[in-house]
Nanobody, 123 residues
Framework: QVQLVESGGGLVQAGGSLRLSCAAS????????MGWFRQAPGKEREFVAT????????YYADSVKGRFTIIRDNAKKAVYLQMNSLISEDTAVYYC????????????????WGQGTQVTVSS
């Protein structure tokens, strides 16, 4: 019913910036929150950031707070992740997702997921 496609990943140097995009298509049915998660090699998928339907509420993982910013554009059914001051620990596959339970930090609250986009930070 809903498809999510991420883009904007790539290889960047430490200290650099990258902007990820996620476009939704299909029927979203109701108001929804959106989030970003990431999964590094050999690690569990972890929460990065989430944003409410209105954009009035945002939450960030401690590891990215102050460096990353989540933004959404409901007219385009899109969510973005602006990543600044990148470090090697940010290297991972980044996934966007849709939640009908408001902005949440748990994977279990997200109904739909994108295929992921690779972000690699070199030193």
């Amino acid at each position: 019913q809903v498809q999510l496609v991420e883009s904007g990943g790539g290889l960047v140097q430490a200290g650099g910036s990258l902007r990820l995009s996620c476009a939704a298509s299909g029927r979203t049915s109701r108001y929804y929150a959106m989030g970003w998660f990431r999964q590094a090699p050999g690690k569990e998928r972890e929460f990065v950031a989430t944003i409410s339907w209105s954009g009035g509420s945002t939450y960030y993982a401690d590891s990215v707070k102050g460096r990353f910013t989540i933004i959404r554009d409901n007219a385009k059914k899109a969510v973005y992740l602006q990543m600044n001051s990148l470090i090697s620990e940010d290297t991972a596959v980044y996934y966007c997702a849709v939640s009908y339970d408001g902005p949440q930090i748990s994977r279990n609250n997200y109904r739909y997921w994108g295929q992921g986009t690779q972000v690699t930070v070199s030193s």
